[in-house]
């Protein structure tokens, strides 16, 4: 496909696909408290929390490998096939879930269809991938943009017409497929054709590679979400709701860390490749020194005025949860160093090697929310998801710094 596209507008597109996305899951909770209430806000909170869980089995982890594949080991076929696989079981483990945990039928239908409308966009990712591995971040990034845009006012409006959350869900469903096969099913044609042939050599190495970063994806999601069901176990909705309204606000870090490294992945896989360290180091130091600015600005912009926003905001008084609010976004600055440190080494081709952070993150992730919600309630959720991110990001630090020294050689 010919390039006419300028290096500013797709770094301007990348952004605004991280940014709709980011904000999207933020601003489908303030419609659910404003419309419906807080009850039901705790109840959207634990699905969506969920389905981002249940989304890295449909994902499978590959778009890392796929944007990053500057060699083409794999084609399209091959990612295709294998992503068709993951989210039929994505929708099989969903539907396992929802009937054994005993939730009321509200609560397990919106957990369900939240769960598709999120396998719709596993489905449209892999052509994300497409588009980023093929230097088109800015085609990803409009995706990315339109998607969740168009599914939050389609939210918005059945909510307010009906007010019935799994109406509203199911409407987000519909907005996703039909942009799937408007938008991303015919820019494909641009880049390669959709060849389902199902090469089991192919798809059985894809496997292999991808699933160490599936499983460290999948961790460090149950990472994110081990306080949510901690919370589920020992109190109310409206617990549940108060913890997402102050956890939601750690992905403006990552979000504009994102902005920062994305669109440097495939130059930071090209270095690497050709042993360039000094503008591989250069990068990876000025990004995790951007993060660091990001977390010292962010907390103290959470603990001086953050929770007057949010109440402003959701519509319920937070100010009590000032000291809460500013942990969560230290936290959120070692989860976006985690974060970036997990593609740097995902790059290097060392991705067995997340495991070593990621099974002493899990560990943490079951034993500190068990102990510390009963007793200290949302303080507690902070301080274990707080604690079990800085093991992640500790661990991953040795492994890039080991990987540096050893390439330098």
Not at 15 to 33: D, E, R
Not at 156 to 185: G, P, Q
Not at 320 to 331: D, G, Q
Request: charged residues 15%; hydrophobic residues 55%.
């Amino acid at each position: 496909m010919a390039d006419n596209v300028t290096q500013k507008q797709k770094v301007f597109w990348n952004m605004m696909g991280s940014l709709c996305n980011a904000l999207s899951s933020m601003i489908l909770a303030i419609i659910v408290n404003r419309v419906i209430g807080g009850n039901a806000g705790g109840i959207f909170a634990f699905a969506f929390s969920n389905a981002q869980l249940m989304y890295t089995l449909g994902g499978f982890e590959i778009r890392p490998l796929q944007s990053t594949d500057v060699e083409e080991k794999f084609s399209f076929s091959d990612y295709f096939s294998l992503r068709m696989v993951t989210c039929l079981v994505m929708m099989i483990a969903t539907t396992i879930y929802v009937g054994v945990s005993g939730f009321d039928r509200l609560k397990a239908l919106t957990i369900w269809v939240v769960c598709l409308y999120k396998m719709v966009e596993a489905v449209a990712d892999v052509f994300a991938g497409m588009f980023q591995q093929h230097d088109r971040i800015d085609l990803s990034g409009k995706t990315s943009t339109f998607r969740p845009t168009l599914s939050t006012i389609t939210f918005a409006v059945v909510l307010i017409v009906s007010r019935n959350l799994v109406y509203a869900a199911l409407s987000m469903v519909v907005a996703s497929a039909v942009l799937f096969f408007a938008y991303d099913l015919r820019l494909r044609k641009k880049f390669s054709d959709i060849v389902c042939r199902f090469e089991t050599a192919n798809m059985e190495s894809l496997i292999v590679e991808a699933a160490p970063l599936f499983v460290a994806a999948f961790i460090n999601m149950y990472i994110n979400n081990a306080p949510k069901y901690a919370i589920n176990r020992n109190f109310s909705d409206e617990v549940q709701n108060y913890y997402n309204i102050i956890f939601m606000p750690a992905f403006v870090i990552n979000l504009f860390s994102l902005f920062a490294f994305r669109p440097l992945l495939t130059e930071l896989a090209r270095d690497w490749n050709d042993k360039n360290m000094k503008p591989f180091i250069k990068i990876v130091r000025n990004i995790l020194l951007w993060i660091l600015l990001l977390t010292v600005v962010c907390m103290a912009g959470a603990y001086l005025i953050g929770a007057q926003i949010l109440g402003l905001v959701y519509g319920t008084s937070i100010i009590h949860l000032r000291k809460e609010l500013a942990i969560v976004m230290f936290a959120g600055g070692i989860s976006a160093t985690a974060t970036f440190l997990y593609y740097v080494i995902t790059v290097m081709r060392k991705q067995k090697l997340l495991m070593a952070g990621y099974a002493l993150g899990f560990v943490c992730s079951l034993v500190l929310p068990a102990v510390l919600v009963p007793k200290f309630e949302l303080m507690g959720a902070v301080i274990s998801c707080g604690i079990s991110m800085a093991v992640l990001a500790v661990t991953f630090s040795c492994i890039v710094a080991y990987q540096i020294a050893h390439n330098r050689e």
